[in-house]
């Protein structure tokens, strides 16, 4: 389950003016929910069958397993939208499979030796994942790692532990099919922020023993819940969009999202992406940033308390404790000054926290709080699309295209430039 909770909120945007807002705006959902041609080359994870149906899943199981077989590390060369799906999944639930290692998203050398050291002592299989092999950094990172294969088993045995996912036609292709690689498509029509329930990231969740088919069945929920209704009170997805749009024209520019689960943490650099590069452009957009709790409260949270009142919360709250979720605190016979605490389990230690900082947050800003059950890969499904869906729709209520990212462009040229590219 899934539900947003809007309560926190309702001082700064009444439901009434929501359902206003939502009205005026019922024509800019119904493009979303039917997909507009202008962006057909983007939209194909709006149904989730198209790019994660039985047939992917059942491939995607098949190399799986073939690669788990080789290997008990597997890399992911990928950067943006080409990681930060898989690496939300696999740094929140580390899945029974085989281990995740991150490279191809950073150019410090300091990072990629301690890549390779970390390679050392294990059977390794590498993932170049690019939708355009033109990126520095997965680039640069493929080279170094490939390179360090060959040494390491040989060409021969070095090709048949190479996999990359990139576009049909393109030179990771070409390169791929030259030197006997395993090469998986790239969803054609889908962004790589947008690329969750796509081979690009079912793939290396496979390896790491998560379940893709749970996964896909929380986005395949989510959206028949997205795409099914207009009613803004039922489209929890639209709800949230309307509101951050809503917070916006009165002048809001930041939204923190907030959470206590420390598990979080990759899936807000997944948010965080996702909602930069699709609405930050044309000189607008809601700057998207988190708030890991309860660490971040000292820090962070004075400014959201008392700091300029431009920002927002979206705090995710998860509801029902699962294995490893309790944890009591005995008592003491040393006068430590918290024997209030004795006998608490931290789990509910946690939600008072939780309770109290969101009372005090909403007195001076809006606070939303997307609830949900449990975390696992159904519940991943969920949020990738749930947010995949509002951004599409809050991205559009903006005015701006929510699918291109033209602002990298600049740094990159200049930064090729320098290069002598
Ligand atoms: O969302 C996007 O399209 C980007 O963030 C890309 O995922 C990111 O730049 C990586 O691109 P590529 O896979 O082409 O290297």
Not at 59 to 83: K, M, Y
Not at 112 to 119: E, G, M, S, T, Y
Not at 368 to 395: K, N, P, Q, V
Request: aromatic share 12%.
């Amino acid at each position: 389950m899934l539900n947003l909770n809007t309560r926190f909120a309702e001082k700064y945007v009444s439901p009434d003016k929501l359902a206003a807002y939502a009205e005026s705006s019922a024509e800019v959902l119904a493009r979303c929910q039917a997909g507009e041609g202008r962006y057909a080359d983007s939209q194909g994870w709006l149904d989730v069958d198209e790019w994660a149906g039985p047939e992917v899943l059942a491939r995607t199981e098949q190399l799986a397993t073939h690669l788990r077989a080789l290997c008990d590390t597997f890399v992911i060369i990928g950067v943006g939208g080409s990681n930060n799906s898989a690496r939300a999944v696999v740094e929140a639930l580390h899945p029974h499979g085989a281990r995740i290692v991150y490279a191809g998203n950073t150019l410090s050398a300091h990072e990629l030796n301690r890549v390779i050291k970390d390679l050392e002592g294990h059977d390794v299989v590498i993932d170049c994942i690019a939708k355009n092999f033109e990126t520095l950094e997965p680039g640069s990172s493929f080279r170094l790692l490939r390179q360090y294969l060959v040494n390491r088993y040989g060409r021969e045995e070095a090709s048949r532990r190479i996999v990359c996912t990139g576009t049909m036609g393109s030179s990771l292709e070409r390169l791929c099919r030259a030197e006997g690689y395993t090469f998986v498509p790239f969803a054609t029509n889908v962004g790589g922020r947008y690329t969750a329930l796509t081979e690009v990231h079912l793939l290396p969740l496979a390896v790491a023993g998560a379940d893709i088919r749970a996964l896909v069945s929380g986005a395949r929920k989510m959206q028949e819940a997205c795409r099914g209704t207009s009613d803004v009170t039922t489209n929890s997805a639209w709800r949230y969009a309307c509101l951050r749009n809503m917070l916006w024209d009165r002048g809001y520019r930041t939204e923190l999202l907030g959470f206590f689960e420390p598990r979080f943490r990759w899936f807000s650099k997944w948010w965080e992406q996702l909602f930069a590069e699709s609405e930050g452009k044309d000189g607008k957009g809601i700057f998207p940033s988190s708030l890991e709790c309860s660490e971040e409260l000292h820090s962070l949270g004075q400014y959201a308390q008392d700091g300029t009142h431009q920002l927002f919360e979206t705090f995710i709250d998860l509801l029902t404790p699962g294995a490893g979720d309790s944890l009591v605190l005995g008592g003491t016979d040393v006068a430590d000054s918290f024997d209030y605490l004795s006998g608490k389990d931290f789990w509910d230690i946690n939600k008072a926290s939780f309770a109290a900082t969101r009372a005090a947050h909403a007195e001076v800003l809006p606070v939303l709080t997307l609830e949900l059950d449990r975390i696992d890969e159904e519940h991943f499904g969920m949020l990738f699309y749930w947010f995949a869906f509002s951004c599409y729709a809050s991205g559009s209520l903006l005015g701006v295209n929510p699918f291109d990212q033209p602002g990298v462009e600049a740094y990159k040229r200049l930064m090729f430039e320098a290069l002598g590219k």
